[in-house]
């Protein structure tokens, strides 16, 4: 009888336990309704799906700009880049954005349809990320982006451009709320165009912000808060670029204290917004500092274009193919093209014949895109919808100015012939990726004549490492290669070039360093030992 009524009580302790265990998730888990959560993106077999299905983000990166209108009150409008608000009414060709918010808000779900129009089903928001740096600004505090004000009520296309203002927790709602009124135009324009509705990838912060990282992080919490039940947005990027944007400049092997930030911001913005996804804007040379294999990253996004010094030509198309397929050998994280795109305006080209045709424009979208597929890529982001006044005609990096699918001085906005690639190309396509996809290892990627640095790399007990990615300063340009599957590497010069700075690394690995940060002495032949990172002291 003893035995009895302690196994009844054991059974109602359990039970007791099972409900209150049910009750706990039932309080702690988001309370989003099944509808709601159907219509987010989610991942699943390293892939993005919807409502059951495979989606393949095909999107255009948009910029928008802050301005502060006579009364006082902030607004988003259309980048004042794709405006001609700088000219204030002398009547310089362009696309008018307008004078107020009801205009700039038109005016942007103009865009949209444009966009929808082009084949795109994602929209890239930039122009409302933070920043910190220290080196430029007098706060020491994260920024927003410069703001524009209308200052003249009589010439409401003026604007005067102003510093960014501080983020601090009383402005964070402020910036959300531009972010937000930029959400409230696509569901508009969701709910008018069902059979065209975009979802949103938000670039939330930039450079430098490893150095203010407390209070970034209680940013991306709030953040998370404001959007966690809006499933127009697909997902953040938290950080973009930082071996251009980063401060220091240039940071010596800090990949553990890189990991431990991105961790902090990771779950932080996690916690509040369980079901959107959060991106890693990486390069080839992140790897260095901020290597995206040691980050609680949902998805990475790769930034690769070709190189704005030469022409485009089969041997760049090599180039770009060998860089896209190094990084689908070298990072296991599931990978879309965050940015890429090739200058191209017909005009441009016959004053500067680096910058390509827009035919040529168009063959490198429908080539990147077969690219991507082939190499395993899960979405597709272009830079950017319109084109946007960088650097004079004359500049080296002119080229920057004509990426965008919309000519800058074109009234009518029409698009360039590039859109032809987005309106035709169908991710599931098994025809799409019929092409020669395996480029051989460029040891020399622009075949200079002169061997500058070899050597080999290996791990501690001797094992060759295949495609560590070795980075050279000379005074005036870098020079870069891969090592082969036997660990050997060269370096190839121009004629006298010296080589002063030499960094090497593999997603996972160490980072070697020699010459100029205080490191041995560079020889012409070396022996370079790379080491896995300790697993204990990644977060």
């Known amino acids: 009888m003893q035995y009895i009524k302690m196994n009844t009580s054991s059974s109602h302790q359990f039970i007791h336990l099972l409900l209150s265990t049910i009750l706990f998730l039932l309080l702690t888990l988001p309370k989003v309704s099944n509808s709601q959560s159907g219509s987010f993106v989610y991942l699943e077999d390293e892939k993005f799906m919807l409502e059951g299905k495979e989606y393949f983000p095909l999107a255009v990166t948009y910029a928008v700009a802050t301005i502060k209108d006579i009364h006082g009150n902030f607004h988003i409008s259309p980048t004042v880049a794709y405006c001609n608000y700088k000219n204030c009414g002398k009547g310089a060709p362009g696309f008018n954005c307008g004078a107020d918010s009801v205009k700039w808000r038109a005016n942007i779900k103009k865009h949209l349809n444009k966009i929808a129009e082009m084949g795109f089903n994602t929209i890239r928001l930039v122009g409302l990320s933070v920043k910190y740096r220290p080196d430029e600004l007098n706060s020491k505090a994260m920024e927003s982006n410069n703001y524009f004000s209308q200052e003249d009520p009589n010439k409401l296309k003026c604007y005067t451009k102003n510093k960014a203002y501080t983020i601090k927790r009383k402005t964070f709602k402020r910036q959300a709320g531009l972010m937000e009124e930029f959400v409230d135009i696509v569901k508009e324009f969701n709910t ?8 949103v990838i938000i670039l939330v912060g930039t450079g430098g912000l490893q150095d203010y990282s407390w209070r970034y992080t209680k940013y991306l919490s709030y953040l998370g808060k404001t959007f966690s039940k809006e499933p127009v947005v697909f997902a953040y990027e938290i950080n973009s670029e930082p071996y251009h944007l980063g401060y220091p400049k240039y940071e010596k092997n800090q990949k553990y204290e890189r990991a431990e930030n991105f961790a902090q911001w990771y779950y932080a913005l996690k916690e509040e917004a369980p079901l959107q996804l959060i991106t890693f804007g990486a390069m080839v040379q992140d790897v260095l500092n901020w290597d995206a294999q040691c980050f609680p990253v949902d998805f990475i996004n790769f930034h690769l274009y070709p190189n704005l010094k030469r022409n485009f030509d089969s041997m760049e198309a090599e180039k770009y193919k060998s860089i896209l397929k190094w990084f689908s050998e070298a990072y296991d994280k599931p990978w879309i093209i965050g940015e890429t795109s090739l200058a191209g305006n017909d005009v441009a080209h016959k004053e500067n014949s680096k910058i390509a045709t827009e035919e040529q424009q168009k063959e490198f979208a429908f080539s990147s895109l077969a690219y991507t597929k082939y190499y395993g890529g899960i979405g597709y982001i272009w830079w950017q919808y319109k084109e946007v006044p960088w650097f004079n005609i004359s500049h080296p990096k002119s080229q920057n100015n004509y990426y965008g699918l919309v000519r800058r001085k074109d009234k009518n906005e029409n698009h360039k012939i590039a859109v032809e690639a987005f309106q035709a190309f169908d991710p599931f396509d098994k025809c ?9 290892v460029l040891i020399n990627p622009y075949n200079y004549p002169s061997l500058n640095i070899e050597g080999k790399v290996t791990t501690p007990d001797g094992k060759p490492v295949k495609n560590v990615y070795i980075n050279c300063k000379s005074k005036n340009k870098n ?14 010069t121009a004629p006298d070039i010296v080589i002063f700075q030499l960094s090497a690394s593999y997603p996972g690995m160490t980072v070697i360093q020699l010459g100029s940060w205080g490191g041995s002495n560079l020889d012409s032949k070396l022996n370079l030992k790379i080491d896995y990172l300790d697993k204990n002291q990644l977060p």
């Open 192 to 199: 008018q165009h069902p059979e065209n509705k975009f979802k």
């Open 432 to 440: 799409l990726t019929c092409f020669d996809p395996d480029p051989d």
């Open 479 to 492: 020079y870069y290669t891969f090592t082969d599957e036997n660990g050997r590497f060269k370096v190839y």
